[in-house]
Nanobody, 125 residues
Framework: QVQLVESGGGLAQAGGSLRLSCAAS????????MGWFRQAPGKDHEFVAH????????YYVDSVKGRFTISRDNAKNTVYLQMNSLKPEDTAVYYC??????????????????WGQGTQVTVSS
């Protein structure tokens, strides 16, 4: 089992940047694939990015390609989401999630049994 804690959210202007971090407990972080999701008010969770256990395979939703970068540091038990060129439509609560399942559709929330509590990102125009 793994516990996840996000940080780094806040208020940014359009065109600005934020870096989210997700710290994991335990000594098995390197065995988990990690995902970032977001949820805007009144909407379902939206897949943002996914990184495999060793960083070898990465996926992004089309709307953030070229602007967001997911990365991980297994020595620090942390996964990151660097968000550049932020837009007002990026405003949401951002969640990190962990799974040991592979070979499935990484954008499905049901793939991930472990979730953090979320961090708010607000982008003003």
């Amino acid at each position: 089992q793994v516990q996840l804690v996000e940080s780094g959210g806040g208020l940014a202007q359009a065109g600005g940047s934020l870096r989210l971090s997700c710290a994991a407990s335990g000594r098995t972080f390197s065995t988990y694939h990690m995902g970032w999701f977001r949820q805007a008010p009144g909407k379902d969770h939206e897949f943002v990015a996914h990184i495999t256990w060793n960083g070898g395979i990465i996926y992004y939703v089309d709307s953030v390609k070229g602007r967001f970068t997911i990365s991980r540091d297994n020595a620090k038990n942390t996964v990151y989401l660097q968000m550049n060129s932020l837009k007002p439509e990026d405003t949401a609560v951002y969640y990190c999630a962990a799974t040991r399942h592979s070979g499935d559709i990484v954008s499905q929330t049901s793939l991930y049994p472990y979730w953090g509590q979320g961090t708010q990102v607000t982008v003003s125009s």
